[in-house]
């Protein structure tokens, strides 16, 4: 658990913490095709695209 006193997180931080969860577990067949902003997407939001066998998504990192 992480302690909220410790330390804040960005956006960014948490992105780059799911790119590297999803990366070191390949078990889990997913592949992560880059950062909105490693492809270049038009939004400030930041988040991830990955792909599943045959099927993209695209995971949204939003701070409330």
Do not use: C, P, W
Request: negative net charge; glycine residues 10%; hydrophobic residues 35%.
């Amino acid at each position: 658990m992480i302690d909220e006193d410790v330390e804040e997180f960005t956006e960014d931080d948490i992105v780059e913490m799911i790119q590297d969860a999803l990366t070191y577990d390949d078990s889990l067949g997913v592949r992560v095709q880059g950062t909105f902003d490693g492809l270049g997407y038009l939004t400030r939001n930041k988040g991830l695209q990955i792909k599943i066998g045959n099927q993209e998504f695209q995971i949204t990192i939003k701070e409330r």
